[in-house]
């Protein structure tokens, strides 16, 4: 099974592919839609909504994994999000590929083992989990986290079938 997931942001949005071969998890590719931060909000949610086709044409996920919003200090910056967010449902949907969506704290238990994880703990233990020499990118990082829990919660799913 092969699963792209994606952390949204309006600025950066983490996407990473891993491929679930056996019971081994395989990091395929992984990388950040960055979006000139001066253009409108419309423009970049449009060269998000491209970058993201051209990943799923490329990689051929079967199913794609997002992670949800969280409460933002900001509320501006939670309606952004929100936007990107809407952004990476949409391309799924016109893909015709299924969607599951989880928490960040879920995220994070899962990769770390605790849900209040910061981002270097998440990036040390994705590159422990895929054999990476070196963590990707924050964004990346993330959004290689989200795959993970997906492929996890289907082999939790398929175990207790």
Do not use: C
């Not at 419309?42 to 990943?55: E, F």
């Not at 990107?84 to 238990?109: F, M, N, Q």
């Not at 994705?126 to 990707?136: C, E, I, Y």
């Amino acid at each position: 099974m092969r699963v792209l997931g994606i952390d949204p942001g309006s600025r950066r949005t983490g996407w990473g592919v891993v491929q679930l071969e056996g019971t081994r998890l395989r990091h395929v590719a992984a990388g950040t839609i960055a979006v000139p931060e001066k253009q409108p909000l419309a423009k970049r949610l449009h060269l998000i909504h491209l970058g993201l086709q051209q990943i799923i044409a490329e990689h051929q996920p079967e199913s794609v994994a997002v992670e949800e919003i969280f409460f933002a200090k900001y509320p501006n910056a939670a309606l952004k999000l929100g936007h990107a967010r809407g952004v990476a449902l949409l391309v799924t949907a016109e893909s015709g590929l299924e969607v599951h969506e989880y928490p960040p704290a879920i995220v994070k238990r899962t990769v770390v083992g605790r849900g209040a994880a910061d981002k270097t703990q998440v990036g040390r233990m994705v590159s422990a989990v895929l054999g990476l020499k070196t963590p990707p990118e924050e964004d990346a990082a993330d959004a290689l986290a989200v795959a993970i829990t997906h492929l996890q919660a289907s082999r939790s799913k398929a175990i207790s079938r």
